[in-house]
């Protein structure tokens, strides 16, 4: 016999020594607990990611080499393609801080244009990333069984894959559509990236997905549970 007592606390009668199995809805005898929101404000992120020294020495590390590849051109009176007829495979001095190469081009402002594509590459392939890995994650953990089962084993056989080989295969196969559009597009940056970068791109993003859409997956199941 369950009751509760005039605090509201359980009280069980007229028992005798035993071993006793509960039928009875404990839960009736609780009052249910209300959701509570949870406000997180923009200064506790930055007092969070601040405290942290790692991070907020990889930011100033990235701003470092963001500026240098972005702005670092408007200050050298040199161009990327620019020629300077004998002064080729000089050592670093005043007028070239990084040397230049057989061809007599500056490798200081070249070096900060390859910073504009790296960092163009990581950034776009990162977003990429995170926008398939996580749709598709969300949907395999959110339909589950078969489902999960058969876009999980997908999965596995694009992480067996070599990069280098898909790279490849999307520079012969892609290389004269990519350069078919971009002879119709004004000359720019991403006009100079060429065929070969933009493939690399391409498959970076569609090949680098899956540990993402595991970390999603597995969230979700989390939360289902």
Known sequence: NVTTDENGELQLNDLVPGVYTVTENAAAFYEPQQPQTVTVKAGQIAEV?????VAVVALVLFVAVALFGFAGPFFVDAGYDQVFRGEE??????AHPFGTDDMGRDLLVRNMFGVRISLLVGLVTAVCVLVIGSAYGAVSAWCGGKVDLVMM???????SLPIQLVILLMAVSLKAPIDALFEGLPDSFFTQMGSGMVCILIAFSLLYWTGM????????????N
């Open 49 to 53: 990611f601040f405290s942290n020294k």
């Open 89 to 94: 495979n000089l050592a670093p001095c005043a």
């Open 153 to 159: 084993r997908i999965v596995e056989v694009i992480e």
């Open 213 to 224: 859409a595991r970390i999603v997956r597995g969230s979700i199941f989390q939360l289902k």
